[in-house]
């Protein structure tokens, strides 16, 4: 009798153990064409240029790297939608964190990878 507890035991860790590991790593497949690509360029939006389509970032080794933006360019947002807005999304401001893919050359972006939106501070004044 003991024997026979021991195995359904044995069998009902197993089958939980399978089970979790499949709800874990459920959405593995999912996110196949989703990776990050590794050549990304990461910086600091310093400045964006709507009228000649184009933006300055500033990398983490304080220099300057301005790309150009033309239709082929994909502005991505941070769960991987495509931004509407282009340049002139509230998160191509200053100070935001964004990833660019550029072309072959350098000089165009292919990719913008967009941060999620700051939260707003309350402003109110406490009295």
């Known amino acids: 009798m003991r024997l026979l507890h021991a195995v359904r035991c044995l069998v009902l860790g197993l089958v939980l153990c399978v089970a979790s590991d499949q709800v874990q790593g459920g959405g593995k497949d999912k996110d196949k064409g989703k990776e990050t690509p590794k050549d990304l360029v990461v910086g600091k939006v ?3 240029d709507v009228d000649e389509n184009k ?3 500033v ?3 304080g220099k300057d790297r301005t ?3 033309d239709d082929k360019t994909k502005v991505i947002g941070p769960r991987g939608g495509k931004a509407k807005d282009g340049l002139k999304d509230d ?3 200053k100070g935001y ?3 660019v893919l550029p072309t072959k050359d350098g000089k165009t972006a292919k990719e913008v990878h967009l941060p999620y939106r700051k ?3 309350d402003k109110t004044d406490k009295k």
């Open 46 to 48: 310093k400045k964006v």
């Open 55 to 57: 933006f300055t970032i």
């Open 59 to 61: 990398l983490e080794s």
């Open 67 to 69: 790309f150009g933006v």
């Open 91 to 93: 998160r191509m401001a």
């Open 97 to 99: 964190e964004v990833k």
């Open 119 to 121: 939260k707003a501070t």
